[in-house]
């Protein structure tokens, strides 16, 4: 069974559309991520969550918007879309005790977006 | 602010043979841990070995191993006897235990080739 599942794995739309891009975690994690890999493969932390709270968030867009309905899913909604979206999104999730101790990143296969 | 470098855009390697991957970090924190993950073609994100920087002996996973120098904020990964299935693009990663957050700050990766 798939740990961290993404779908689509694949998206191509055009600019101005709004998309989402689901996340699903079967490890009862609590805490979730969502990453960005650009064109030249940089991966960039955009926001986690953590028992439905957001705790970070990075100086993304506010057209981004991570959406969680239950703490086994973080979905990214992305609205009015520009042709810089364009990338790799990845999700994540791990089990975090509390600050002090490591929690291990588990994550899905990505999301290829293309806007044109 | 965590900066995680890596100097080595690309490398090759010949099957059998050994080759370091080069990481430095920049952090003023004094409880993190560092990652080392691999990305081949098929885009999944798969952690390799990671290291505690409160422990001084070197991790080590099969044919990986790290060289931890943390005075000089060094975390190189060793592959031993590579194999074609190694192929892939290599990231250094640091994450930061002393916020609840947990976040994996990435390097620029490297991409490694083994050559048959």
């Known amino acids: 069974d798939t740990a961290v599942s993404q779908t689509p794995k694949y998206l191509v739309t055009q600019m101005g559309n709004d998309k989402s891009i689901k996340c699903e975690q079967n490890?009862?994690?609590?805490?979730m991520y969502w990453y960005k890999q650009d064109s030249k493969k940089f991966l960039k932390i955009m926001f986690s969550y953590n028992n439905k709270e957001l705790i970070i968030n990075e100086t993304v867009p506010n057209r981004f918007s991570p959406k969680s309905p239950d703490k086994a899913h973080l979905n990214l909604h992305i609205n009015s879309l520009e042709l810089g979206d364009s990338a790799v999104y990845f999700c994540a999730s791990s089990q975090c005790p509390g600050p002090g101790v490591v929690c291990e990143q588990y994550f899905g296969p990505g999301t290829r977006l293309t806007v044109t | 602010a965590q900066t995680v470098t890596q100097s080595q855009p690309e490398m090759s390697v010949q099957e059998a043979e050994t080759v370091t991957l080069s990481c430095t970090y920049d952090t003023s924190e004094s409880n993190y841990y560092l990652f080392w993950y691999k990305q081949p073609p098929s885009r999944q994100m798969i952690l390799v070995i990671r290291q505690e920087a409160y422990k001084q002996q070197n991790a080590t996973e099969n044919r990986f191993s790290v060289n931890f120098q943390k005075a000089a904020k060094s975390f190189s990964l060793k592959i031993s006897d590579s194999q074609l299935g190694d192929t892939a693009m290599y990231f250094c990663?640091?994450?930061?235990?002393?916020?609840?957050?947990?976040?994996?700050?990435f390097g620029t990766g490297t991409r490694l080739t083994v050559i048959p």
């Open positions: 490890l009862g994690h609590d805490t």
């Open positions: 990663a640091f994450m930061n235990l002393q916020t609840g957050a947990n976040n994996l700050f």
